[in-house]
T-cell receptor, first 115, second 114 residues
């Protein structure tokens, strides 16, 4: 079974802090994704990566950056946390784009609160 | 721009009923459609994935259908159980555009009463 592990289930940080959210997958997937989920807005894509050191912006990249130094690990960085970044953050992974029938697999999420 | 809609937003049924959840999308140029389940405070669990060339997929008591030309998918749950209570999300993967990312509906929150 695919395992996507997010380092923290709950996280509380202060405004202005630099915050790191970590995600690791164990299935050698090329694609990895970061989403945020908010009531009434659903899931929105922040960034994704299709290979080591490769990244592309999703729908809402402002205020975030990402790092993918190793294939199995994809980090989301809040450069200077703000209260409007309080949300549930979900990481996902999938096989390469050409395999169009491959599903995305999600981690359990990190509920981040910015005070 | 692709938009995915799920109606109703919430549904409550008695245990044992068969039920259908609906998903519609505006752009029929999709690779596939995926149904997920999300329990409160948890991540998403993939239930079924239908490729654009397929009409339906089945897993146990779940059956998902896809009518790409009309932009619709349904998730049929047979003999519902209280353990089926969760939010069900559908998502489509478009041709072109961003590589591999999914566009999600906002979900249907299902409650199955004992």
């Amino acid at each position: 079974d695919v395992k996507v592990t997010q380092s923290s289930r709950y996280l509380v940080k202060r405004t202005g802090e630099k915050v790191f959210l970590e995600c690791v997958q164990d299935m050698d997937h090329e694609n990895m994704f970061w989403y945020r989920q908010d009531p009434g807005l659903g899931l929105r894509l922040i960034y994704f990566s299709y290979d080591v050191k490769m990244k592309e912006k999703g729908d809402i990249p402002e205020g975030y950056s990402v790092s993918r130094e190793k294939k199995e690990r994809f980090s989301l960085i809040l450069e200077s946390a703000s209260t409007n970044q309080t949300s549930m953050y979900l990481c996902a992974s999938s096989l390469y784009q050409g395999a169009s029938n491959q599903p995305q697999h999600f981690g359990d999420g990190t509920r981040l609160s910015i005070l | 721009k692709q938009e995915v809609t799920q109606i109703p937003a919430a549904l409550s049924v008695p245990e044992g009923e068969n039920l259908v959840l609906n998903c519609s999308f505006t752009d029929s140029a999709i690779y596939n459609l995926q149904w997920f389940r999300q329990d409160p405070g948890k991540g998403l669990t993939s239930l079924l994935l239908i490729q654009s060339s397929q009409r339906e997929q089945t897993s146990g008591r779940l059956n998902a259908s896809l009518d790409k030309s009309s932009g619709r998918s349904t998730l049929y749950i047979a003999a519902s159980q209280p353990g089926d209570s969760a939010t069900y999300l559908c998502a489509v993967r478009n041709y072109g555009g961003s590589q591999g990312n999914l566009i999600f509906g906002k979900g249907t929150k299902l409650s199955v009463k004992p």
